[in-house]
Each structure stands twice: as structure tokens, then as C-alpha cells.
């Protein structure tokens, strides 16, 4: 089956100028896009030199955008992602094209705990995979790899799903999972990145915050919402025995967190039935 790579990049030139040799010698019959978000050095220059796929923006799009723009300009039947800061190997893509060959519809590259960038986005990933894991039923070892091949008309089923933004991975995992399309992860060592991350703690923080509830609404939303309304609605039970026992009344507040408990249960059910519809595969 015919192969496309496509590597995201925002002013990576250093990085594609050790990366791009690595993935034409390896892979010589490959189609490789280097998809440029609007960079500011050589990154669309260099990939051109070495003779691989450009397509640029006019501005910066994000990660997820120019993951989707490679994704509906592959020819390939098996995509496969991976950065342009030189920490992935191209010599790690036969590791994941076998477990396809097994069986499976995406398999991941994971990285072990050395392999995070530092140890507060090492324990943000841990606590992602954990939760993810409980919400699929499924163990999930690196919930925001990039590394990852997959094939392609099944990852193209999911293209208006993915953010513009950095949590691409994320979303594109659960979906799979979601629609019962079987995932692979594949133990993998990555290199110290070349250049500047683009991540920014303050400023991706409450990105990152959000995907831990992408996570729960892009799966099974009544695993999220089900338990606050058991909270909401034993809080209120509660608070109704103690002000009876007190005061000999039914009291607002509670009243407030029964009928709390009973909107966010009815928010989950109205979600759960609009996550089957997303999902909802007319053949």
C-alpha cells in the first residue's frame, strides 16, 4: 500500500534539514508533505531542496489545521504523522506499519516517561492517559503521541472533528475508540527536539485543561456528567436530612442541588445522544 508522511511545521528548518535525509533514504517511494504553517524562517525553502511535497499557509493555522490540510492532500492509503523537530526516527515508522498490517486502523508511537519534555508536561500527559483509560476501558499509553500511522480512510472519517490547536492526538485517539477501530501503541525513544517548542505553559494551560473534558464529551459523556449529578444529587439529600433534622424545612439550597443533580443528568443524556449521532456511519 502506497505511504504518505506528512510532517507539520512551524519554523523547523533546522529540524527538517536532519529529519527530511533520514525519511527520503528510508523511504525513497513514500509521498512526504511537509506542510509549512506559516512560517517565519526556511522551512518551505528547505523541504523544497530535498525534493518533498510543500504545502504552505499564508499564516499560522495550527497543528491540527496542517495535520488536516496534509491529511486531505495524501495519496496514501496509510498515513503516517510525525514531527519536524528531528524527535521522532524514521526509523521507528516499520514498528507501526506492522501492527496495521496486524489488524489494527492507528498505531502510535509511545514515548516512555524520559521521553516528555519536562516534568510538568509528563505528569499532565500521565494523568490524560489515565483518564482516557478509564473512559475507553482500554489502556492508553501516550494519549498525545504525534507519532502515529494510520489508515487513511479511516482517519478522514474524523477530519471535522479535529481542532485547529495542538490536541489533534487526543481527539483523533478517542474518536478511534469510539467507533470501535482498533488502536495500537508501540514503544518508541525520541531525541531532544530541535529548536523552540511552540507550546506555551500560560498560554496552553487552559487548552490543555479542556482536553481532559474533550476526552469525556468526545466518548461517553454520561461517564462525565453522570457522577457530578450523583454529587449534586446526594449533596442535596443530604442537606435536606441535615436542615430538616435542624429547622424542621425543605430549604432552597436544597432544592438548588437536587435540581442541579437532575439538569446536569439530563445535559449528560442530551450529550450522550448527540456523541452517537457524530459517530453515526451511513454506509
Given at each position: 500500500?502506497?505511504?504518505?508522511?506528512?510532517?507539520?511545521?512551524?519554523?523547523?528548518?533546522?529540524?527538517?534539514?536532519?529529519?527530511?535525509?533520514?525519511?527520503?533514504?528510508?523511504?525513497?517511494?513514500?509521498?512526504?508533505?511537509?506542510?509549512?504553517?506559516?512560517?517565519?524562517?526556511?522551512?518551505?525553502?528547505?523541504?523544497?531542496e530535498h525534493g518533498v511535497r510543500v504545502l504552505s499557509?499564508?499564516?499560522?493555522?495550527?497543528?491540527?489545521?496542517?495535520?488536516?490540510?496534509?491529511?486531505?492532500?495524501?495519496?496514501?492509503?496509510?498515513?503516517?504523522?510525525?514531527?519536524?523537530?528531528?524527535?521522532?526516527?524514521?526509523?521507528?515508522?516499520?514498528?507501526?506499519?506492522?501492527?496495521?498490517?496486524?489488524?489494527?486502523?492507528?498505531?502510535?508511537?509511545?514515548?516512555?516517561?524520559?521521553?516528555?519534555?519536562?516534568?510538568?508536561?509528563?505528569?499532565?500527559?500521565?494523568?490524560?492517559?489515565?483518564?482516557?483509560?478509564?473512559?475507553?476501558?482500554?489502556?492508553?499509553?501516550?494519549?498525545?503521541?504525534?507519532?502515529?500511522?494510520?489508515?487513511?480512510?479511516?482517519?478522514?472519517?474524523?477530519?471535522?472533528?479535529?481542532?485547529?490547536?495542538?490536541?489533534?492526538?487526543?481527539?483523533?485517539?478517542?474518536?478511534?475508540?469510539?467507533?470501535?477501530?482498533?488502536?495500537a501503541y508501540v514503544p518508541i525513544e525520541v531525541a531532544?527536539?530541535?529548536?523552540?517548542?511552540?507550546?506555551?505553559?500560560?498560554?496552553?494551560?487552559?487548552?490543555?485543561?479542556?482536553?481532559?473534558?474533550?476526552?469525556?464529551?468526545?466518548?461517553?459523556?454520561?461517564?462525565?456528567?453522570?457522577?457530578?449529578?450523583?454529587?449534586?444529587?446526594?449533596?442535596?439529600?443530604?442537606?435536606?436530612?441535615?436542615?430538616?433534622?435542624?429547622?424542621?424545612?425543605?430549604?432552597?439550597?436544597?432544592?438548588?442541588?437536587?435540581?442541579?443533580?437532575?439538569?446536569?443528568?439530563?445535559?449528560?443524556?442530551?450529550?450522550?445522544?448527540?456523541?452517537?449521532?457524530?459517530?453515526?456511519?451511513d454506509d
Open positions: 500500500m502506497r505511504i504518505s508522511i506528512i510532517l507539520p511545521a512551524k519554523n523547523e528548518a533546522n529540524g527538517l534539514r536532519q529529519t527530511l535525509p533520514g525519511l527520503k533514504a528510508a523511504y525513497p517511494e513514500a509521498e512526504i508533505i511537509v506542510v509549512d504553517d506559516g512560517s517565519t524562517d526556511d522551512t518551505a525553502a528547505v523541504a523544497t499557509s499564508p499564516y499560522s493555522m495550527g497543528n491540527g489545521a496542517a495535520i488536516k490540510r496534509g491529511a486531505r492532500a495524501a495519496s496514501g492509503e496509510i498515513l503516517v504523522f510525525m514531527d519536524a523537530d528531528g524527535q521522532h526516527n524514521a526509523g521507528d515508522i516499520p514498528k507501526l506499519l506492522e501492527r496495521l498490517e496486524a489488524g489494527y486502523d492507528m498505531a502510535v508511537g509511545a514515548r516512555n516517561a524520559g521521553g516528555q519534555a519536562n516534568v510538568g508536561r509528563g505528569a499532565a500527559n500521565a494523568l490524560y492517559n489515565r483518564l482516557a483509560s478509564w473512559m475507553t476501558g482500554h489502556r492508553i499509553a501516550d494519549l498525545t503521541s504525534g507519532f502515529r500511522a494510520v489508515r487513511a480512510e479511516r482517519f478522514r472519517e474524523f477530519l471535522h472533528l479535529l481542532p485547529n490547536g495542538f490536541s489533534y492526538p487526543t481527539t483523533s485517539t478517542m474518536a478511534f475508540f469510539r467507533s470501535a477501530y482498533p488502536v531532544r527536539r530541535i529548536g523552540r517548542s511552540h507550546i506555551r505553559p500560560l498560554r496552553d494551560g487552559a487548552r490543555f485543561l479542556i482536553i481532559i473534558f474533550r476526552i469525556a464529551t468526545l466518548y461517553s459523556p454520561l461517564k462525565l456528567f453522570a457522577p457530578a449529578a450523583l454529587g449534586f444529587g446526594v449533596l442535596g439529600v443530604a442537606y435536606y436530612a441535615w436542615s430538616f433534622a435542624k429547622y424542621g424545612r425543605f430549604t432552597n439550597m436544597s432544592a438548588l442541588l437536587i435540581s442541579a443533580a437532575v439538569v446536569v443528568f439530563l445535559i449528560g443524556l442530551v450529550s450522550e445522544q448527540i456523541t452517537a449521532l457524530t459517530y453515526r456511519r
